[in-house]
């Protein structure tokens, strides 16, 4: 497997560049305070130092400010290709995250509520970002459902999750990381709100058949759950069960093989290593 080198010249005057004083850059709701903003820049700041914190490639941690649990997002450090797409051609992972929280908002779908987010850049490299929105505790996430199949109003439930994501197409919104983690759930008696996090990759305009039922692909590995969010996606829609069934199922299947030949590839990668 080869990777990408840039000439030797050009090499030397990237890591030069590496080493200028990095630039801040941040932006905040607009309902946030100075005092606010002053404490939460010095927490991103020593970010580091924090203790805890979840995550391989991107770190999460959970800190109390005032009143308010935040979520902060460090986003792995990019690549050197990235480091220079990011600067200039390319909107961050956090600032993407951001700005699709609020879209969503203003679209009246859940998302927990955007905070801030900051870069730190060179003149010639991007470095590191952070996304911060506040900690939403949730009951499950859809994760549980593809696992606890005796959950509570388990059909409902899934159901329900089903007409949210319906919901999502029809207003133009095409969730790219669509995946069992990325939705939390949280319960009101006999009803369920949705969640999304994991924003960065997101598309919006009119979606047609086959981007719909492909946005299902990632969720499951389970036959009788994907016949279940088929059932529940033509009464949406009015569409024919077994076309979307024959489609979804079809999408899910090409999905896990793909995710498993890669699985394996990095797996006999490693060991050549």
Same mark, same amino acid.
């Given at each position: 497997?080869?990777? /990408?080198?840039?000439?030797?010249?050009?090499?030397? +005057?990237?890591?030069? !560049?590496?080493?200028? =004083?990095?630039?801040?850059?941040?932006?905040?709701?607009?309902?946030?305070?100075?005092?606010? =903003?002053?404490?939460?820049?010095?927490?991103?700041?020593?970010?580091?130092?924090?203790?805890?914190?979840?995550?391989?490639?991107?770190?999460? =941690?959970?800190?109390?400010?005032? !009143?308010?649990?935040?979520?902060?997002?460090?986003?792995?450090?990019?690549?050197?290709?990235?480091?220079?797409?990011?600067?200039?051609?390319?909107?961050?992972?956090?600032?993407?995250?951001?700005?699709?929280?609020?879209?969503?908002?203003?679209?009246?779908?859940?998302?927990?509520?955007?905070? !801030?987010? *900051?870069?730190?850049?060179?003149?010639?490299? /991007?470095?590191?970002?952070?996304?911060?929105?506040?900690?939403?505790?949730?009951?499950?996430?859809?994760?549980?459902?593809?696992?606890? /199949?005796?959950?509570?109003?388990?059909?409902?439930?899934?159901?329900?999750?089903?007409?949210?994501?319906?919901?999502?197409?029809?207003?133009?919104?095409?969730?790219?990381?669509?995946?069992?983690?990325?939705?939390?759930?949280?319960?009101?008696?006999?009803?369920?709100? +949705?969640?999304?996090?994991?924003?960065?990759?997101?598309? *919006?305009?009119?979606?047609?058949?086959?981007?719909?039922?492909?946005?299902?692909?990632?969720?499951?590995?389970?036959?009788?759950?994907?016949?279940?969010?088929?059932?529940?996606?033509?009464?949406?829609?009015?569409?024919?069960?077994?076309?979307?069934?024959?489609?979804?199922?079809?999408?899910?299947?090409?999905?896990?093989?793909? /995710?498993?030949?890669?699985?394996?590839?990095?797996?006999?990668?490693?060991?050549?290593?």
């Amino acid at each position: 497997m080869c990777c /990408f080198k840039f000439p030797v010249g050009i090499q030397n +005057f990237i890591e030069q !560049a590496y080493f200028i =004083k990095m630039k801040e850059i941040k932006i905040f709701d607009k309902n946030l305070d100075s005092e606010f =903003k002053s404490e939460l820049t010095k927490l991103i700041q020593n970010f580091d130092s924090i203790k805890g914190g979840e995550g391989d490639r991107n770190i999460i =941690k959970i800190v109390k400010l005032k !009143a308010s649990n935040l979520n902060i997002k460090a986003f792995k450090i990019p690549n050197i290709v990235n480091k220079i797409a990011y600067n200039f051609f390319r909107k961050s992972k956090a600032q993407r995250s951001f700005e699709y929280a609020n879209k969503l908002i203003a679209l009246k779908v859940g998302t927990p509520k955007p905070i !801030a987010y *900051f870069e730190y850049k060179s003149l010639f490299l /991007f470095n590191k970002s952070f996304y911060v929105s506040e900690q939403l505790d949730c009951d499950l996430t859809y994760r549980e459902l593809t696992k606890k /199949f005796d959950y509570p109003d388990y059909d409902e439930m899934l159901r329900a999750f089903t007409r949210f994501t319906y919901s999502l197409h029809k207003k133009g919104i095409h969730f790219l990381d669509h995946s069992p983690g990325n939705t939390l759930i949280k319960r009101h008696g006999d009803s369920y709100d +949705f969640y999304l996090v994991d924003l960065n990759r997101m598309n *919006f305009g009119i979606l047609d058949f086959e981007t719909r039922i492909k946005n299902f692909s990632r969720l499951t590995t389970h036959k009788f759950m994907v016949e279940t969010m088929s059932e529940e996606y033509a009464k949406c829609t009015g569409e024919d069960y077994n076309k979307i069934f024959n489609l979804m199922w079809r999408e899910t299947e090409e999905f896990q093989q793909k /995710f498993h030949r890669k699985k394996r590839l990095k797996k006999k990668f490693k060991l050549k290593k």
